[in-house]
């Protein structure tokens, strides 16, 4: 699903700052990952390159047998579309569209109807209960709610993995616990889940752990 | 290619941040505003002094006489010296080009000159040809104008202005063939007029002007042949300024003035008039358009402006929707739209405000009477509306460039960098 081959990555902004060391990493069809690293360690630079939303230096990073590497604005835009779902710490929810509009946002970025996208976007939000809420601005609902929303906009244009950016940074403890519960099953579904965390709570309740350190993956523990 | 689904996007996006779009907009609302109202009060002052010159014959020139400037054939500089009768017949037949020529004394307007049993009133008095009304016509409400046999006969007759009829006589009461006592003679009244033309008066405005025949008042006031004035008319295919020289050199023979004298001979010409006349409208005109574009243009600047702030302000949602697979494009085109649909619909409320502002206005001034108002029909020909809305669309392109250009630099990576 994932192959990440030797990926090397640099910022220059000042002096170099050598971010990612040559990570090698496989990643299984139907895994539930979570990605562990002290602030630093790399991993939010990881995510960035594993959603195509930032460049690699060296090496070769595989996304369904698509080699990523060297793609432009447009293309990267639309692999990001069809390939991946973004859950965010803080949801990054549209604030000026309502529940329903905010989940069909992808659709329309694949040129879906309006009529056709707010019928599958309701769809997604009912699977994750919150039919009655479709109406509703982000403003107007709760973390839980907004977070939610935000998986079902994940969801809803069928990607081939879903990264999730500490999902419950933004929540409460009880909260936390029934928004991992539903990740856990949108990825009993057979979806590829990647999430990167710091919290041991959080990545205990998935599979694998991949522990990454200065740049380098360190140990993969796993939580059968 | 019109995408609905884009455009409710757009619409979506515009009306959910209201007072965000309605700030944007009222920057171009105002500048077309401004831009319309202006041009409408210029082609209302415009319309109602044309109008005041309306009918005056433009290939016609006035001729008085002054003091020579140069010393000629014996005679001192500084004399004074006057038009006679014959001028009239030596011009008509040296002069091909003059197609109508009238004679004009001027008798002043003295303290109550004119008396009616218990009424009385102060009027100008004119000498006049039948001609006259060829060069600067006259409205004929009752009775008839100076004719022929009146000239021929030295008869006692005049014609009196609307304002003199008004004056010496009861409302409805008919003049025709009434008697006036005008300087100690009487005269009786053959007609009432109104002149055509308000923007134009030689001698005194004839609305308050009694007329006579020019050889009647040569006679009782005294005059001899002497004329004051002579107007003419060239045939239209001939520039009048062509036979005002011709004419010049003609009456400076005949009275032995020297042909360089530059002061001698006084003339007006109503050709020359309406050219300073249109090119000071055209002055205003290019004046208006210039502060009118300038405000348009200080209103594109506020859009661009907002809209930059407001890329600012969305550098998350943009983010946001790259992140989700917007295309480069579809947010340039998402900010230019925006922009364009912000601009075209301000601006045309704001024509639509200015267009109707003119019609109150012109409503509210109703039908004045001629030439009393300042304003006559103020509005904009339809041409220069759809200029304005080129100018709109245009405009509403050129706001939206940097905009959506500084939009396009929005990296999805901006979306979930947390603050």
Same mark, same amino acid.
């Given at each position: 699903?994932?192959?990440?081959?030797?990926?090397?990555?640099?910022?220059?902004?000042?002096?170099?700052?050598?971010?990612?060391?040559?990570?090698?990493?496989?990643?299984?069809?139907?895994?539930?990952?979570?990605?562990?690293?002290?602030?630093?360690?790399?991993?939010?630079?990881?995510?960035?390159?594993?959603?195509?939303?930032?460049?690699?230096?060296?090496?070769?990073?595989?996304?369904? &047998?698509?080699?990523?590497?060297?793609?432009?604005?447009?293309?990267?835009?639309?692999?990001?579309?069809?390939?991946?779902?973004?859950?965010?710490?803080?949801?990054?929810?549209?604030?000026?569209?309502?529940?329903?509009?905010?989940?069909?946002?992808?659709?329309?970025?694949?040129?879906?109807?309006? &009529?056709?996208?707010?019928?599958?976007?309701?769809?997604?939000?009912?699977?994750?209960?919150?039919?009655?809420?479709?109406?509703?601005?982000?403003?107007?609902?709760?973390?839980?709610? &907004?977070?939610?929303?935000?998986?079902?906009?994940?969801?809803?244009?069928?990607?081939?993995?879903?990264?999730?950016?500490?999902?419950?940074?933004?929540?409460?403890?009880?909260?936390?616990?029934?928004?991992?519960?539903?990740?856990?099953?949108?990825?009993?579904?057979?979806?590829?889940?990647?999430?990167?965390?710091?919290?041991?709570?959080?990545?205990?309740?998935?599979? &694998?752990?991949?522990?990454?350190?200065?740049?380098?993956?360190?140990?993969?523990?796993?939580?059968? | 290619?019109?995408?609905?689904?884009?455009?409710?996007?757009?619409?979506?996006?515009?009306?959910?941040?209201?007072?965000?779009?309605?700030?944007?907009?009222?920057?171009?609302?105002?500048?077309?505003?401004?831009?319309?109202?202006?041009?409408?009060?210029?082609?209302?002052?415009?319309?109602?002094?044309?109008?005041?010159?309306?009918?005056?014959?433009?290939?016609?020139?006035?001729?008085?006489?002054?003091?020579?400037?140069?010393?000629?054939?014996?005679?001192?500089?500084?004399?004074?010296?006057?038009?006679?009768? #014959?001028?009239?017949?030596?011009?008509?037949?040296?002069?091909?080009?003059?197609?109508?020529?009238?004679?004009?004394?001027?008798?002043?307007?003295?303290?109550?000159?004119?008396?009616?049993?218990?009424?009385?009133?102060?009027?100008?008095?004119?000498?006049?040809?039948?001609?006259?009304?060829?060069?600067?016509?006259?409205?004929?409400?009752?009775?008839?104008?100076?004719?022929?046999?009146?000239?021929?006969?030295?008869?006692?007759?005049?014609?009196?202005?609307?304002?003199?009829?008004?004056?010496?006589?009861?409302?409805?009461?008919?003049?025709?063939?009434?008697?006036?006592?005008?300087?100690?003679?009487?005269?009786?009244?053959?007609?009432?007029?109104?002149?055509?033309?308000?923007?134009?008066?030689?001698?005194?405005?004839?609305?308050? %002007?009694?007329?006579?025949?020019?050889?009647?008042?040569?006679?009782?006031?005294?005059?001899?042949?002497?004329?004051?004035?002579?107007?003419?008319?060239?045939?239209?295919?001939?520039?009048?300024?062509?036979?005002? #020289?011709?004419?010049?050199?003609?009456?400076?023979?005949?009275?032995?003035?020297?042909?360089?004298?530059?002061?001698?001979?006084?003339?007006?010409?109503?050709?020359?008039?309406?050219?300073?006349?249109?090119?000071?409208?055209?002055?205003?005109?290019?004046?208006?358009?210039?502060?009118?574009?300038?405000?348009?243009?200080?209103?594109?600047?506020?859009?661009?402006?907002?809209?930059?702030?407001?890329?600012?302000?969305?550098?998350?949602?943009?983010?946001?929707?790259?992140?989700?697979?917007?295309?480069?494009?579809?947010?340039?085109?998402?900010?230019?739209?925006?922009?364009?649909?912000?601009?075209?619909?301000?601006?045309?409320?704001?024509?639509?405000?200015?267009?109707?502002?003119?019609?109150?206005?012109?409503?509210?001034?109703? #039908?004045?009477?001629?030439?009393?108002?300042?304003?006559?029909?103020?509005?904009?020909?339809?041409?220069?509306?759809?200029?304005?809305?080129?100018?709109?669309?245009?405009?509403?392109?050129? %706001?939206?460039?940097?905009?959506?250009?500084?939009?396009?630099?929005?990296?999805?990576?901006?979306?979930?960098?947390?603050?």
């Amino acid at each position: 699903m994932i192959t990440l081959k030797n990926i090397n990555k640099t910022y220059n902004n000042g002096s170099p700052l050598h971010v990612l060391k040559g990570i090698d990493l496989i990643i299984e069809k139907g895994e539930f990952v979570s990605i562990m690293g002290a602030s630093g360690s790399g991993k939010s630079t990881l995510l960035n390159i594993l959603g195509i939303l930032d460049n690699y230096d060296d090496g070769e990073y595989y996304l369904n &047998k698509v080699l990523i590497k060297n793609l432009t604005e447009t293309q990267s835009a639309v692999y990001r579309n069809k390939m991946i779902g973004f859950v965010f710490q803080s949801f990054n929810l549209i604030s000026f569209k309502n529940a329903l509009e905010n989940v069909a946002l992808p659709l329309y970025y694949q040129n879906i109807s309006r &009529k056709k996208r707010n019928l599958i976007a309701m769809e997604y939000l009912d699977k994750l209960g919150l039919k009655d809420w479709a109406q509703h601005m982000p403003n107007e609902m709760s973390g839980g709610q &907004k977070q939610r929303v935000a998986i079902a906009r994940a969801l809803v244009a069928k990607p081939q993995v879903i990264l999730a950016d500490e999902p419950t940074g933004a929540l409460d403890s009880k909260t936390s616990v029934e928004v991992m519960e539903i990740l856990k099953e949108v990825n009993a579904d057979g979806m590829t889940m990647i999430i990167v965390t710091h919290d041991p709570e959080v990545s205990r309740k998935t599979r &694998k752990i991949i522990h990454i350190k200065d740049g380098v993956i360190g140990n993969i523990t796993n939580n059968d | 290619m019109f995408d609905l689904d884009r455009w409710q996007e757009i619409w979506i996006t515009i009306t959910r941040n209201k007072m965000r779009s309605f700030l944007t907009a009222f920057g171009v609302f105002w500048g077309i505003f401004m831009l319309v109202v202006m041009a409408g009060a210029g082609y209302g002052m415009q319309n109602s002094i044309i109008s005041g010159f309306d009918g005056f014959a433009v290939n016609s020139a006035f001729f008085f006489t002054n003091r020579t400037s140069e010393a000629y054939k014996g005679f001192r500089k500084g004399r004074s010296w006057d038009f006679q009768n #014959e001028d009239l017949s030596i011009l008509k037949s040296q002069v091909k080009e003059l197609q109508y020529i009238s004679p004009m004394l001027l008798g002043g307007r003295r303290d109550n000159n004119t008396v009616r049993q218990d009424k009385y009133g102060s009027f100008h008095i004119k000498g006049l040809h039948y001609n006259y009304t060829k060069i600067d016509p006259l409205d004929i409400l009752k009775g008839r104008f100076i004719n022929e046999i009146d000239l021929e006969e030295r008869r006692k007759v005049c014609v009196i202005g609307k304002k003199v009829y008004e004056d010496m006589f009861d409302v409805d009461e008919n003049p025709i063939g009434q008697l006036i006592k005008v300087n100690g003679i009487y005269y009786s009244i053959i007609g009432v007029v109104e002149p055509v033309v308000t923007n134009v008066n030689i001698g005194g405005n004839n609305r308050e %002007a009694i007329i006579l025949p020019y050889t009647v008042m040569q006679q009782t006031y005294n005059r001899g042949d002497v004329i004051d004035c002579i107007a003419i008319t060239a045939y239209s295919n001939i520039p009048i300024s062509d036979v005002e #020289e011709k004419v010049k050199s003609i009456l400076k023979q005949k009275h032995s003035i020297a042909p360089n004298d530059n002061q001698a001979v006084d003339d007006f010409n109503a050709e020359k008039m309406f050219k300073m006349i249109s090119n000071v409208f055209t002055g205003v005109n290019v004046l208006i358009w210039i502060v009118g574009l300038g405000t348009l243009i200080s209103g594109v600047v506020g859009v661009s402006n907002i809209m930059m702030v407001t890329v600012r302000e969305r550098t998350k949602e943009i983010g946001i929707r790259r992140a989700l697979g917007a295309k480069p494009l579809s947010i340039l085109v998402q900010i230019m739209n925006e922009s364009l649909l912000l601009t075209s619909l301000a601006g045309f409320f704001g024509l639509a405000a200015g267009v109707g502002l003119l019609s109150l206005v012109d409503m509210a001034l109703g #039908e004045q009477e001629k030439g009393q108002g300042f304003f006559l029909h103020p509005q904009i020909p339809f041409s220069m509306a759809v200029t304005a809305a080129v100018i709109l669309l245009a405009s509403g392109i050129i %706001a939206g460039i940097i905009p959506s250009l500084r939009a396009l630099q929005v990296k999805a990576i901006d979306a979930i960098r947390e603050e």
